[in-house]
């Protein structure tokens, strides 16, 4: 009965079964959500680097038309294109400032403040969500468009975020 020949297979499962009872009576309630979010940094980093491509993204390519309409470009393709350029070149800009800028807000953080960080900025399974939405509605776009695609993907994306982060 639960003996085999060497014997140790009894004494074994009841080893590995106390061990499980009090590896879950000695975890921290902090430690589920680890499990959930491995490494909190690395999500931050992640996190902001998209919400800055998606913000330098809408950014631009705002300004890329007002700058074309004061220099009396006014014919609509160099406003199409100026648009694209203003969104391409801001979601580059976005691209290099968004790891600079976690990084210096996670620089002398412990694990435990990363993850506080990253409850704060009231990032949960929706935040996480956004993200994924944003990478694919620009993935998507350009595909189907080209380079306007993903300037309307990831600026779409950012207005879907605002909107649902109200709800």
């Known amino acids: 009965m639960g003996v085999s020949s060497d014997g140790n297979d009894d004494a074994r499962s009841h080893f590995d079964k106390m061990k499980d009872y009090v590896r879950k009576k000695t975890r921290r309630r902090i430690d589920d959500y680890y499990d959930w979010v491995p490494r909190p940094g690395t999500q931050f980093c992640i996190h902001m680097t998209i919400r800055s491509i998606q913000t330098a993204a809408?950014?631009?390519?705002?300004?890329?038309?007002?700058?074309?309409?004061?220099?009396?470009?006014?014919?609509?393709?160099?406003?199409?294109?100026?648009?694209?350029?203003?969104?391409?070149?801001?979601?580059?800009?976005?691209?290099?400032?968004?790891p600079v800028i976690s990084l210096a807000t996670c620089k002398n953080m412990n694990r435990v403040r990363k993850f506080q960080n990253l409850v704060k900025s009231k990032f949960d399974q929706s935040?996480?969500?956004q993200d994924h939405i944003a990478i694919a509605s620009a993935a998507v776009g350009y595909i189907s468009n080209g380079h306007i695609g993903l300037v309307v993907g990831l600026d779409l994306s950012l207005f879907f975020a605002v909107i649902t982060r109200n709800f």
């Open 58 to 98: 809408v950014v631009g390519s705002v300004l890329g038309p007002i700058s074309a309409v004061l220099l009396h470009r006014n014919e609509k393709k160099e406003l199409v294109d100026a648009f694209v350029m203003g969104g391409l070149h801001g979601a580059m800009v976005g691209a290099a400032l968004g």
């Open 127 to 129: 935040q996480l969500w």
